[in-house]
């Protein structure tokens, strides 16, 4: 037994090295993919190995093409970091193998499920009698509270999907905005009702949806199973919908209304940025992730359900009046998973660790953050296209040529870790800003290697 000791410090060494030196290692430089390849790619053993020469080689094999997105100076994607007290908490998960099935296989799991749900509604202003379910992404998130509003919209036209499938059943019609993620078309794909189903609805400036085009969409189609996938952040501008109007349009017309709130939900944590998501309490069901911007480690996310019936009838492992055995679905009855890693110790630890201010400090933190890059780059001479409301920053280099140039030398250089993305038929630079730990001085300097880079 003292062989695991070991080698569960050494792994647990290994983290805390790597962690502590990501403030000053280089952010994403480009790596050799092949020599990687081959470093793992050692003929399979015909014998075992000891556990401590296997974990040194892993080590060795993976340092070099790990990425520092933990780190303070990545803004790409809208990727966050991972808190200690969450690391160290998912550290346990691992360490303790817990089966986050259902309270007869982990109580601890589901106990912690319960807790950090609860905190979770209360941060984000979602009624404290919603389900919540803990998926691996606002994908699998966004997956589950469709099928819940598949599930309603169809019961309420009197079929029954979860028995009878969709060959057959009333058309359902699905609205999004035109600057949807894509995960919601996957999730429409996965759930049957396939992208034909999608009425594109346009978008306003900022990639807002329109409430008038929605409104006189929603008029023009008349009755019949409706759901409107809104979204709180779109991932380039971080433009929330204006969700009271929308969710008291949807519900005028007996419609479900699903909030993508990835990142954007997390608005509501804060008094300073709450009015963006002003009216979120009225949607069905919300996808949030934890891994962006409440910097929990991968994978974790949250499906929330305002109806959890609709909730476990449509994910539940059994018939909905089955689900829980005491009528409290948990766990596996509300994620499309069965058995399942216990996700919920990282989310009670992070929001232990951080409490309500903290929660609130590190929004707000993010979104100065972001304002001061772009108020750095505009006196530097170039162009910030978006309002900066939240944590994205889109910049323009002058044509798409020079502006994909710039990103490419910014990525090549290692200073910081910048992305690229089209926006309105524009290439444009696009930074996020979700690391708890990153520092004004991080950002001025990552300024100033962009400025230098460009010029
Ligand atoms: C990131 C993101 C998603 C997908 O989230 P995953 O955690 O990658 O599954 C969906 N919607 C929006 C708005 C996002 O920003």
């Given at each position: ?39 793992f ?83 984000l ?52 905005g ?30 807002a949806?329109d ?29 929330c ?21 990835a ?31 409440l910097?929990l ?13 609709a ?33 919920g ?40 296209v ?23 030398a ?46």
């Open positions: 037994m003292d062989e695991l000791r070991h080698l569960l410090r050494r792994a647990a060494d290994h983290a805390a090295d790597y962690r502590l030196s990501l403030p000053d290692r280089p952010v994403g430089v480009p790596v050799d993919q092949t020599a990687l390849t081959e470093a790619a050692v003929p399979l053993p015909d014998a075992p190995t000891p556990p401590e020469q296997v974990l040194a080689e892993l080590v060795a094999a993976a340092e070099p093409g790990l990425v520092a997105t933990a780190g303070p100076r990545y803004f790409g994607f809208v990727v966050g970091g991972a808190s200690p007290a969450a690391t160290a908490a998912d550290m346990l998960a691992v360490g303790w193998d817990q089966l986050a099935f259902n309270a007869v296989t982990s109580p601890a799991a589901v106990a912690a499920e319960t807790a950090a749900g609860t905190w979770l509604k209360d941060l202003g979602i009624p404290a009698t919603a389900s919540v379910g803990f998926v691996t992404g606002a994908q699998a998130a966004n997956t589950a509270g469709l099928a819940a509003a598949r599930h309603q919209v169809l019961a309420d036209a009197g079929w029954d999907v979860e028995r009878r499938g969709l060959i057959g059943a009333p058309t359902v019609r699905v609205y999004a035109a600057e949807r993620h894509a995960t919601i078309d996957r999730s429409l794909r996965l759930l049957g009702l396939g992208t034909d189903a999608l009425h594109a609805v346009p978008t306003g400036p900022q990639g949806v409430p008038d085009a929605l409104a006189a969409a929603l008029r023009d189609a008349g009755p019949g199973p409706t759901i409107v996938c809104l979204q709180a952040g779109n991932v380039n501008t971080g433009a919908d204006d969700l009271r109007r929308a969710c008291d349009l949807v519900h005028r017309y007996g419609g479900w209304a699903h909030v993508d709130g990142f954007g939900l997390w608005a509501a944590a804060s008094p300073a940025t709450r009015h963006l998501v002003d009216g979120l309490e009225n949607a069905d069901s919300w996808a949030c992730d934890g891994h962006k911007w910097n480690p991968y994978d974790s996310a949250f499906a929330f359900c305002a109806r959890p019936d909730h476990a009838a449509a994910m539940s492992l059994a018939a909905a009046y089955l689900v829980g055995s005491g009528g409290v679905p948990a766990g596996a009855d509300l994620t499309a998973e069965s058995s399942r890693r216990a996700r110790f990282a989310v009670w630890a992070a929001l232990r660790e951080l409490g309500r201010d903290g929660v609130a400090a590190l929004v707000e933190r993010c979104c100065a953050l972001a304002r001061r890059f772009a108020d750095g780059l505009a006196e530097a001479g170039f162009e910030v978006n309002d900066v409301v939240l944590n994205q920053v889109l910049v323009g280099f002058g044509d798409d040529a020079r502006t994909d140039r710039v990103v490419a910014a990525q090549a250089d290692g200073t910081c870790w910048v992305g690229g993305t089209t926006w309105r038929g524009r290439r444009l630079m696009r930074i996020s800003v979700s690391n708890a730990t990153t520092t004004e001085a991080d950002v001025d300097r990552s300024v100033a290697a962009i400025a230098r880079l460009a010029r």
